[in-house]
């Protein structure tokens, strides 16, 4: 049995840990939903009469929901597929437009000085898978 590099799988892993237990901590730090979490977060933020030109509450709810989802679904890619594979690196894709969008959403409706810690471990996370898998992939490539 070879040894593999476990250092981008690990990263991997831990994206996605970060991707969901950003989900666990407040997203904005001060103001309206700051101690809310979810859709109830979204409507507080929304309620105060702050939006974005094509970005109901409900899409941006929804698009919050995906962050913690798309760190699951890291977890799965990276045990039925491994870290390497396109599986693996499509989700860390998704992540980092998705967690993207919700960090420049939420900047905007809460202003960046009042978010939280949820939306930049998010990125981190989606950032760490997205850098895991092509690290894994590029080792795959020359070995060892």
Request: hydrophobic fraction near 50%; charged fraction near 10%.
């Amino acid at each position: 049995m070879s040894e593999r590099p476990r250092g981008p799988e690990l990263l991997c892993i831990g994206g996605g840990a970060a991707l969901l237990a950003s989900s666990f901590v407040h997203w904005v730090r001060r103001g309206p939903g700051s101690r809310l979490r979810g859709h109830d977060l979204v409507d507080a933020i929304v309620d105060v009469g702050r939006s974005i030109p094509g970005l109901s509450g409900a899409r941006l709810s929804a698009l919050w929901y995906l962050v913690p989802a798309l760190g699951a679904l890291t977890w799965v890619a990276v045990g039925l597929t491994g870290a390497a594979s396109g599986w693996t690196r499509g989700v860390g894709i998704a992540a980092v437009v998705v967690s993207g969008l919700v960090f420049v959403a939420f900047a905007r409706l809460a202003g960046l000085r009042d978010l939280g810690l949820g939306a930049p471990l998010a990125v981190a996370g989606a950032c760490a898978v997205l850098a895991g898998s092509i690290m894994s992939a590029r080792m795959h490539q020359t070995g060892p």
